[in-house]
């Protein structure tokens, strides 16, 4: 399961310590302007390095357009982006690479596969969205051709809603060797009605599964979410006049299908389990034991998902604007 979409398809590669990440894109419509440029500053959003609140890994992230593009235009053919891993230090877990880090899929892994890329977590790390991202990217340019934008911001990071406080909590679990995690807003605006189809084929359903896929996610919800169990009907439905809707407590779904309003999303994201915290696990043969995370980590992966998000819910959307166009 390393392909994403039906008509827009992307299939990543890579591991966090190999020698490149990326992605390949099969479905992209023909004669798009397309060049690095286009996809770089949605990667630079995302890059380690960049920000003393996030991973010191320094990374330049710089993409390379290995084929599907011709003087300056998409032919059509599967575009091959890459981006070189430049910045490996794998030598930070050679102490830990019999253990099971707490909070990762290192022992799931191990269980599914019997053996696993210790080196930052191999498949499973937060590395590996760059090639999400820079297939979203391109996602993002043509759906911009037909009107459509999506975007992002903080909700809240370990409670706190205020950009101040915000940066103040996440030092702090930084100087304590400690992680914090947070809630983030994806939005999407220009959504024509009419995409995303009934019952298995919901918009919303398709949006959830892409979000929940990302590594650090552990809720989705669309709309108003779950604050809509402790309403009446009265206070959740959204009215209709001539002029339109007078709310969007729906998120921009009905039944499945988008009904031209913004598409509005929420996610829920994990405090990044690596922290230099003492912590209890187990090693690869059984015995009880204690790990500590060295490395480079960031102290809390919300501010760097919202491009993975945004990225994300790009791709759902031109699958469904595409799967739209073979109708009419």
């Known amino acids: ?23 390949v894109i099969d479905g992209c419509p023909a004669r798009l302007a397309l060049s690095a440029a286009d996809i770089q500053p949605l990667l630079d ?47 930070d877990y050679e102490t830990i690479k019999v253990k099971f880090r707490p909070g990762h899929a290192d022992f799931t892994y191990q ?19 760059v090639g999400r991202v820079a297939a979203g990217a ?31 909590e996440i030092l702090a679990a930084k100087a ?18 009419g995409l995303g189809d009934p019952v298995f084929g919901k ?5 959830a599964g892409a979000l929940m896929g990302i590594g650090a996610v552990k809720g989705v919800e669309i709309g108003d979410g779950f604050a809509v169990a402790g309403r009446f009907g009265s206070e959740n439905n959204d009215g209709m006049t001539q002029m339109g809707f007078t709310s969007n407590h729906a998120g921009g779904i009905l039944g499945g299908i988008s009904s031209g309003q913004e ?11 690596s922290i230099a915290k ?16 060295g490395g480079r980590h960031d102290p809390c992966i919300v501010p760097r998902i919202l491009p993975v998000a945004e990225a994300m819910l790009a791709l759902v959307l031109i699958d469904a604007v595409l799967e739209e166009e073979k109708y009419r």
């Open 1 to 23: 399961m390393n392909t994403f979409g039906n008509n827009f398809r992307v299939t990543t590669f890579g591991e966090s310590h190999g020698p490149a990440v990326g992605c």
């Open 45 to 91: 959003r995302r890059r380690p390095g960049a920000s003393p609140l996030a991973s010191a890994r320094d990374e330049t992230d710089r993409v390379e357009i290995l084929s599907g593009v011709f003087e300056g235009k998409t032919t059509g053919t599967p575009i091959a982006l890459l981006v070189r891993n430049r910045d490996v230090h794998s030598a």
């Open 111 to 129: 269980e599914k596969y019997g053996i696993r890329d210790f080196r930052g977590g191999g498949r499973s790390s937060g590395r590996e969205t």
């Open 138 to 168: 391109v996602a993002l340019k043509v759906l911009a051709e037909k009107g459509i934008t999506v975007k992002s911001r903080i909700v809240s990071v370990h409670a706190k809603t205020d950009p101040a406080g915000i940066e103040q």
């Open 176 to 193: 304590a060797g400690d992680s914090v995690g947070g809630i983030a807003e994806i939005t999407a605006t220009g959504c024509p009605a």
């Open 203 to 207: 918009l919303d359903a398709a949006i």
């Open 263 to 273: 598409i509005v999303a929420r996610i829920a994201v994990k405090p990044t389990p």
């Open 278 to 293: 003492v912590q209890q696990t187990r090693d690869i043969h059984g015995n009880a034991t204690e790990i500590a995370v």
